[in-house]
Structure formats: structure tokens, C-alpha cells
């Protein structure tokens, strides 16, 4: 008889295909889908998850420090995944245009892939959100209209992209947005959380993410070893951390009495405070790095099963959700983490065939929908 191991192992190995990218790309986004279904575990399952990090509202109190460790370790995971939105964009551009794809169709299906992304979060996403009577911008919505602007933007040079992007980073807490329609300002900047127009994920600033992202990607296809160099950005990243959170003064959404303390390491991430977005870039370049050297020389076993998850983000994103949504709708109860934790792994267990299966199909037989989802 075959262990649950080895049979997820075996799953794996089906899509062990070679492709264009290097592993590390798709070890990297597994990894973020991982970790994302764990936060998504615990939003339906955690009787204990703090609230959300609203920078206009209070903090959150975790409820003890493995809560706080479970919201904290994925603080990186959703500016990440804005970032390798863009860092993809780089990489499949180029490569689409080497295969002799003209320049303006290489745009074209950029920006049908963001009204994909858009629509799907409005017409499959957005029903349950439907059913309660309201619509949401949130994540796919936000990654659409960033790949969208960067399929407008990418002939730009990199310099001037990367200092655009840093400066709306840097100086979004500034923005003053009350003046604008609720649905504007629900789209540009101001998390709305309540009525039948909301957000979480405004286009500024987490497009300005995914912009950083494009010009990092671009960089990497000429770089024969990155990691030394995403190293000392990561260093730099944390150093910017330190200086911002220690001064405790512009950027800063929470206050905090003391460094040894949970709350120096509460940030506000709707939308998110400087803290938050330079220790994310630290957290993303260092997390790359370690990747490309552990996968230079090929894809270890642990990583197989992550990269199933990587190499079709989008189909796991849509699906998982609705595993728990049903889930949670069947049970109708929360429980403690050590539960979540559990439900956690099974759905990660049951998700590994149909991510397998769905890459498979777009490898074999790709059609219009495999090109876009």
C-alpha cells in the first residue's frame, strides 16, 4: 500500500515537464498559495483570527503569540503575490516575443488576461458577495487592473518605472481621496468595508507592487545569479524596516509602547503602511533568493508538491475558495487553530490532483480558457 506521502509525491512527478521559467519561479508562487489557503483556512475555521488590519481602524489584539505567528508570517504573502503578477509579466513577455509573437499582440492578450482576472472576481468570485447584497474589488480585481496598466506601461524604462512605482509607495499615506465617489475611492485607495460597493485591495498602491515586480523580473532575465543581489535588496528592504518603524512616525499606521513587543510588529495592511510594505520586500527578495539556490541545481522533492500549486495560481485561487465556502456553509462552526491547522492540510492534500490535473490539461491540450485561468 502506498503512504499519503508517496502518493502525493507521485502527483507531482506527473507535471514534471520541463517549462520555460526556472523552478524557482513556481516553488516561490506554491509556496504563496500555500500559505494564502491557510489564511483563508483560518478566516472560515479560526474562532481565535484577529481582525483585519485596517490601517484606519485599531489594531488587532491577537489572541496569543501562535495566532499572532499565523496572521504574521503571511504578511509578505499578498504583496507577493502583486509583485510576481509583475515579475511574470516580464518573463512571459519575453519569452512570448522571442517565439516571434508580435509586439502588440503580446499587449493585447496582457490586457484580455487582466479583464479575465476582473471579470472572474466580479461573475465566479463575486456570487456569494452577490448573494449577501454587495460587490467587491478585491484581490484578482486589483492584479487585473495592475497587469492591465503594466501592459500600457512595460515599454518604459526600467528606471523610470521603478522610481514612479517607489515614489506612489512612499507617499500614498499622503493621498486624500474623501472628495471621490465611494466607488472611486473604493478602487483607487480607501478600503471600503461596509454597503454594496467595498474594497481591500485599491489599485494604489498595490499596482505600484506589482510595477517593482516588472522591473525586478526584466532585471532577472539578464542576470545569470540573481539571488547575491535580491540579497542586498533584501538587506536594504529590512534596514528601511528598522529606520521606519523605529521612528514610529510617518508611514506608520499602529503606534507601539515598546520594541520587545507584538505590537512593534503590527502593521496595517488595507491599505498597507510603509512598515508592512518594506519588510513584504524584504521578506519577497530574500525568499527568492534562497529559492534560486536551492533549486540551481534542480527541484528538490519537498518542493514538487508546491510547485504543482505554482504553476496554475489562478485555478487554485478560485477553487480552493470554494471548497471552504462550502465547507464552512456544511459545519457552520469555528474551532480552535490546531483544527484549522488540519483543515488546512487536507485541503492542500485534496487540492494536489485537480492542480495536477488542470496543468496537464494546459500543458497537452491549451485552448482559450487554459491561456487565461
Same mark, same amino acid.
Given at each position: ?7 502525493? $509525491? ?18 516561490? @508562487? ?5 500559505? #494564502? ?28 503569540? $501562535? ?14 503575490? %502583486?509583485? #510576481? ?22 499587449? @493585447?492578450?496582457?490586457?484580455? @488576461? ?19 447584497? *454587495?460587490? =467587491?474589488?478585491?484581490?484578482?480585481? =486589483? ?8 501592459? $500600457? ?17 512612499? &507617499?500614498?499615506? &499622503?493621498?486624500? +481621496? ?8 473604493? +478602487? $483607487? ?7 454594496? %460597493? ?42 528601511? *524596516? ?9 508611514? !506608520? ?7 520587545? =513587543?507584538?505590537?512593534?510588529? !503590527? ?8 512598515? *508592512? ?43 480552493? *475558495? ?40 494546459? @500543458? ?10
Amino acid at each position: 500500500m502506498h503512504s499519503p506521502s508517496s502518493a502525493i $509525491l507521485a502527483q507531482a512527478s506527473a507535471i514534471d515537464a520541463p517549462i520555460a521559467r526556472q523552478g524557482y519561479v513556481d516553488a516561490f @508562487r506554491g509556496l504563496l498559495i500555500a500559505h #494564502m489557503a491557510l489564511d483563508h483556512a483560518s478566516l472560515m475555521f479560526n474562532a481565535g483570527r484577529a481582525g483585519e488590519e485596517l490601517a484606519a481602524a485599531a489594531a488587532p489584539v491577537p489572541g496569543d503569540l $501562535l495566532q499572532f505567528l499565523t496572521r504574521f508570517t503571511g504578511v509578505p504573502v499578498a504583496p507577493a503575490f %502583486f509583485f #510576481m503578477a509583475g515579475f511574470m509579466v516580464a518573463l512571459t513577455s519575453a519569452a512570448r516575443e522571442q517565439r516571434g509573437l508580435p509586439h502588440a499582440e503580446v499587449t @493585447r492578450r496582457l490586457i484580455l @488576461r487582466g479583464l479575465v482576472l476582473i471579470a472572474v472576481d466580479a461573475l465566479v468570485m463575486g456570487l456569494p458577495r452577490a448573494a449577501m447584497g *454587495f460587490y =467587491s474589488f478585491v484581490v484578482l480585481s =486589483s492584479i487585473g487592473a495592475a497587469i492591465i496598466i503594466l501592459a $500600457l506601461v512595460r515599454d518604459a524604462p526600467g528606471k523610470l518605472l521603478l522610481a514612479a512605482a517607489i515614489a506612489v509607495l512612499a &507617499l500614498h499615506p &499622503l493621498l486624500e +481621496v474623501s472628495a471621490l465617489p465611494l466607488p472611486l475611492r473604493a +478602487v $483607487l485607495y480607501e478600503p471600503v468595508r461596509s454597503g454594496a %460597493f467595498r474594497s481591500l485591495y485599491p489599485v494604489i498602491p498595490w499596482a505600484a507592487i506589482a510595477v517593482v515586480g516588472f522591473v525586478a523580473g526584466r532585471d532577472a532575465l539578464h542576470r545569470l545569479q540573481p539571488a547575491r543581489f535580491w540579497l542586498g535588496l533584501a538587506g536594504v528592504c529590512l534596514a528601511l *524596516f528598522l529606520a521606519i518603524r523605529l521612528a514610529a512616525g510617518y508611514g !506608520n499606521a499602529y503606534a507601539y509602547t515598546k520594541v520587545a =513587543s507584538l505590537a512593534f510588529w !503590527n502593521f496595517a495592511k488595507y491599505p498597507p503602511d510603509l512598515p *508592512f510594505l518594506a519588510w513584504s520586500f524584504a521578506a519577497i527578495f530574500a525568499g527568492l533568493a534562497v529559492l534560486w539556490w536551492v533549486t540551481r541545481s534542480g527541484l528538490p522533492v519537498w518542493l514538487r508538491p508546491f510547485v504543482v500549486f505554482g504553476r496554475v495560481p489562478f485555478f487554485f485561487y478560485v477553487v480552493h *475558495f470554494y471548497v471552504l465556502g462550502l465547507a464552512a456553509a456544511v459545519v457552520h462552526t469555528k474551532w480552535g487553530l490546531a483544527q484549522t491547522y488540519l483543515i488546512w492540510l487536507l485541503l492542500l492534500a485534496l487540492m494536489l490532483w485537480p492542480c495536477a490535473w488542470y496543468y496537464r490539461k494546459k @500543458r497537452d491540450r491549451p485552448n482559450w480558457v487554459t491561456r487565461y485561468v
